[in-house]
Nanobody, 119 residues
């Protein structure tokens, strides 16, 4: 059994910052990709950022230069530093990870954390 638990969401004014965290726990053999997705009201879920176990990153165009993804492999944790937040960043943010629990590899999701950007 694997669990992903997010934290760090909340209400912030435009231009502000938030830092999301996601910890993976359970019978983990190895973690490959870790990333963040978001779903805004009335929209489909979209990729925000992803990071490999080697540290390679990829970002949605809408967040490049404002968001930074990082991970602590020793603690099975991924972070999303969000700066210069805009109202359009308002969404539920979900942690995702591709994890090997012997003998299989599967994608796992967190429960989501709400980020609201509003004055």
């Amino acid at each position: 059994q694997v669990q992903l638990v997010e934290s760090g969401g909340g209400l912030v004014q435009p231009g502000g910052s938030l830092r999301l965290s996601c910890v993976a726990s359970g019978s983990i053999f190895s973690i490959y990709f870790m990333g963040w997705y978001r779903r805004a009201p009335g929209k489909q879920r979209e990729l925000v950022a992803v990071i490999t176990n080697g540290g390679s990153t990829n970002y949605a165009d809408s967040v490049k230069g404002r968001f930074t993804i990082s991970r602590d492999n020793a603690k099975n944790t991924v972070f999303l530093q969000m700066n210069s937040l805009k109202p359009e960043d308002t969404a539920v943010y979900y942690c995702n990870a591709r994890i090997m629990v012997l003998p299989t590899t599967s994608d796992y999701w967190g429960q989501g954390t709400q980020v609201t950007v509003s004055s």
